[in-house]
């Protein structure tokens, strides 16, 4: 009988299990992504392959793989490429690793190490380094078979899918259709507002299958979450060369979810990451004709125009380019290294970022949106606010009926629903509203079966308490007791501050200075002056200040 190859082997035994899990009473497991490492010696005894740079021997990983990636210590400085290969198979092309310090979640410092690239299924790989990194290890993800698993389900799926398609979205594979669904985020989604998109490329090689592109997905998702430690999946949209548009961070594509994918401005912004490296190459023309109507979509649909520009705050982060709380401008499609300090989206995809404007203009809908005005931002000795707005849908549906909630917060809290008002049929909508302190007014469309929800930017609202202020007398004798009184409105429970000054040489100098508790927006705080001369008696509270002067006889 001949001798069975490795590969006839390996397909008998794969038919063998197929064949198993059809028979009656037998259940086969689902293949699940999993991620796992390997650390790596010293490089120190590598061999050269150009300037600088030092190949390691052939490493044979745990068990099969299909991205890998690396990691080190913080501190380390080290560029990094690598090549891969099934045991005994041929190589594939030594791929750049690019370092991942360049994106990640708003809060805290980048991972220590690279972005993963996409092998197809390996068992050996090999290193080239320059640089000396400090805690070298392997990461990998197996990715492939689960993939494959996942749109093995897609008949199943489409039912469902159809049912979840917003209107007026292009064709995006859902989460559930790529694997997503067994790499479950850490914790829910955070929301943000979308105020423009960053263009990405990931920095892999580019001759990969239209079939491969599930797996590269949720290999990128795996190894995010569990090699980065992040919540999820960096972006919120994955697009590959053949225009295929994934799903990604979790918690829905109409929403305003925050990924990892501009470090600063995740909060502002929508993530769309091309699959490949174009930094010597260009976008073909699927893929960027599927990302300008994936970003003229998102983009409509929370009210913002797919051209000009937009200005909004950075949160800062070590791969910032500005500091926490600069006020920076920038196109609302922008790429990557506009904001972060990164070569991403690649210096050819760069260049086309103006014709991809064009385009996603000619995608984009309606403008949807919801405003909030207030007929006066700083209220003085008053409690109620008049607001008004308008409700816009993407799909041009009437707003009529539809509920718009008044969400508040003061002092750092959380908003929270103070008042709801419903549209009129052209959207318009206004309302009266008590706010008792200084804060932040929002306005939310909570979303309905067929429609998304919509929030307006925060509107800031000062009270300026009315004070009134009362002395028991303009002249007194020194030493004699002096009742400093008065209202507050409205009315609290807080405190006022009370300054006595007395004129010297033709300037006030401070006496005292008296915290006075308010009971009821009543405040009463007895002053005895000491000395001869002409006193002013100052109080404030809340930005407001009220003055009276007193003459002292000896």
């Given at each position: 009988m001949?001798?069975?190859?490795?590969?006839?082997?390996?397909?008998?035994?794969?038919?063998?299990?197929a064949?198993?899990?059809?028979?009656?009473?037998s259940?086969?497991?689902a293949?699940?992504?999993?991620?796992?490492?390997l650390?790596?010696?010293?490089?120190g005894?590598?061999?050269?392959a150009?300037?600088?740079w030092?190949?390691?021997?052939?490493?044979?990983?745990?068990?099969?793989?299909?991205?890998?990636?690396?990691?080190?210590?913080?501190?380390?400085?080290?560029?990094?490429q690598?090549?891969?290969?099934?045991?005994?198979?041929a190589?594939?092309?030594?791929?750049?690793?690019?370092?991942?310090?360049?994106?990640?979640?708003?809060?805290?410092?980048?991972?220590?190490?690279?972005?993963?690239?996409?092998?197809?299924?390996?068992?050996?790989?090999?290193?080239?380094?320059?640089?000396f990194?400090?805690?070298?290890?392997?990461?990998?993800v197996r990715?492939?078979?689960?993939?494959r698993?996942?749109?093995?389900r897609?008949?199943?799926?489409?039912?469902?899918?159809r049912?979840?398609?917003?209107?007026?979205?292009?064709?995006?594979?859902?989460?559930?259709?790529?694997?997503?669904?067994?790499?479950?985020?850490r914790t829910?989604?955070?929301?943000?507002?979308?105020?423009?998109?960053?263009?990405?490329?990931?920095?892999?090689?580019?001759?990969y299958?239209?079939?491969?592109?599930?797996?590269?997905v949720?290999?990128m998702?795996?190894?995010?979450?569990?090699?980065n430690?992040?919540?999820?999946?960096?972006?919120?949209?994955?697009v590959?060369?053949?225009?295929?548009?994934?799903?990604?961070?979790?918690g829905?594509?109409?929403l305003?979810?925050?990924?990892?994918?501009?470090?600063?401005?995740?909060?502002?912004?929508?993530?769309?990451?091309?699959?490949?490296?174009?930094?010597?190459?260009?976008?073909?023309?699927?893929?960027?004709?599927?990302?300008a109507?994936?970003?003229?979509w998102?983009?409509?649909l929370?009210?913002?125009?797919?051209?000009?520009?937009?200005?909004?705050t950075?949160?800062?982060?070590?791969?910032?380019?500005?500091?926490?709380?600069?006020a920076?401008?920038?196109?609302r499609i922008?790429g990557?290294r506009?904001?972060?300090?990164?070569s991403?989206?690649?210096?050819?995809?760069?260049?086309?970022?103006?014709?991809?404007?064009?385009?996603?203009?000619?995608?984009?809908?309606?403008l949807?949106?919801?405003t909030?005005?207030?007929?006066?931002?700083?209220?003085?000795?008053?409690?109620?606010?008049?607001?008004s707005?308008?409700l816009?849908?993407?799909d041009?549906?009437?707003?009529?009926g539809?509920?718009?909630?008044?969400?508040?917060?003061?002092?750092?809290?959380?908003?929270s629903?103070?008042?709801?008002?419903?549209?009129a049929?052209?959207?318009?909508?206004?309302?009266?509203?008590d706010?008792?302190?200084?804060?932040?007014?929002?306005a939310?469309?909570?979303?309905?079966?067929?429609r998304a929800?919509?929030?307006?930017?925060p509107?800031?609202?000062?009270?300026?308490?009315?004070?009134?202020l009362?002395?028991?007398?303009?002249?007194?004798?020194?030493?004699r007791?002096?009742?400093?009184?008065?209202?507050?409105?409205?009315?609290?429970?807080?405190?006022?501050?009370?300054?006595?000054?007395?004129?010297?040489?033709?300037?006030y100098?401070?006496?005292?200075?008296?915290?006075?508790?308010?009971?009821g927006?009543?405040?009463?705080r007895?002053l005895?002056?000491?000395?001869?001369?002409?006193?002013r008696?100052?109080?404030?509270?809340g930005?407001?200040?009220?003055?009276q002067?007193v003459?002292?006889?000896?």
């Amino acid at each position: 009988m001949p001798r069975l190859t490795r590969r006839q082997a390996v397909k008998l035994g794969a038919a063998a299990a197929a064949l198993g899990a059809l028979r009656p009473g037998s259940v086969a497991a689902a293949p699940r992504a999993e991620s796992f490492s390997l650390d790596l010696p010293s490089p120190g005894g590598a061999t050269a392959a150009g300037a600088g740079w030092r190949t390691t021997r052939v490493y044979q990983a745990p068990r099969r793989f299909d991205l890998i990636g690396l990691g080190w210590k913080r501190g380390s400085r080290v560029q990094a490429q690598v090549r891969a290969r099934p045991r005994g198979g041929a190589w594939t092309p030594w791929a750049p690793l690019h370092e991942s310090g360049d994106h990640g979640p708003d809060a805290g410092r980048g991972p220590a190490g690279t972005d993963p690239a996409w092998t197809a299924a390996a068992d050996e790989f090999q290193l080239r380094l320059k640089g000396f990194p400090r805690g070298l290890c392997a990461r990998f993800v197996r990715s492939g078979p689960a993939a494959r698993a996942a749109r093995r389900r897609i008949p199943l799926a489409r039912t469902a899918t159809r049912r979840r398609q917003v209107p007026g979205a292009p064709p995006i594979i859902p989460r559930s259709e790529w694997g997503g669904d067994s790499v479950p985020p850490r914790t829910g989604p955070a929301y943000g507002r979308v105020q423009l998109a960053f263009v990405h490329h990931t920095v892999n090689a580019n001759d990969y299958g239209p079939e491969d592109s599930a797996a590269i997905v949720l290999g990128m998702a795996r190894y995010h979450r569990d090699h980065n430690g992040w919540n999820d999946l960096g972006y919120n949209f994955v697009v590959d060369r053949y225009g295929q548009i994934f799903e990604g961070r979790a918690g829905g594509i109409d929403l305003a979810i925050v990924g990892a994918q501009a470090q600063g401005f995740n909060s502002v912004s929508t993530g769309v990451a091309l699959i490949g490296t174009f930094m010597d190459v260009a976008a073909p023309p699927p893929a960027l004709d599927a990302i300008a109507r994936l970003i003229g979509w998102k983009l409509s649909l929370h009210g913002v125009p797919t051209q000009g520009e937009v200005t909004v705050t950075s949160a800062g982060g070590e791969s910032n380019r500005y500091p926490s709380g600069t006020a920076v401008m920038f196109q609302r499609i922008s790429g990557h290294r506009d904001g972060n300090a990164t070569s991403c989206p690649g210096d050819v995809l760069y260049t086309q970022l103006p014709d991809l404007r064009i385009r996603a203009s000619q995608y984009a809908g309606p403008l949807a949106g919801l405003t909030l005005r207030a007929a006066a931002t700083k209220l003085r000795g008053v409690t109620s606010a008049l607001l008004s707005g308008a409700l816009r849908f993407a799909d041009g549906s009437s707003a009529d009926g539809a509920a718009v909630d008044i969400l508040y917060a003061t002092g750092g809290s959380a908003y929270s629903p103070i008042a709801s008002v419903s549209c009129a049929a052209d959207g318009q909508w206004s309302t009266t509203v008590d706010i008792p302190y200084t804060g932040t007014l929002r306005a939310r469309f909570p979303g309905d079966a067929t429609r998304a929800p919509l929030e307006s930017t925060p509107l800031r609202i000062t009270v300026v308490p009315g004070l009134a202020l009362g002395v028991s007398s303009r002249r007194i004798r020194r030493g004699r007791r002096l009742a400093v009184s008065g209202v507050v409105a409205p009315a609290s429970d807080g405190h006022v501050v009370v300054l006595l000054e007395r004129k010297v040489l033709g300037r006030y100098r401070s006496v005292r200075t008296r915290r006075v508790p308010l009971v009821g927006g009543r405040y009463l705080r007895f002053l005895r002056p000491t000395r001869a001369g002409l006193y002013r008696v100052t109080v404030r509270v809340g930005g407001a200040s009220a003055r009276q002067y007193v003459r002292v006889l000896a």
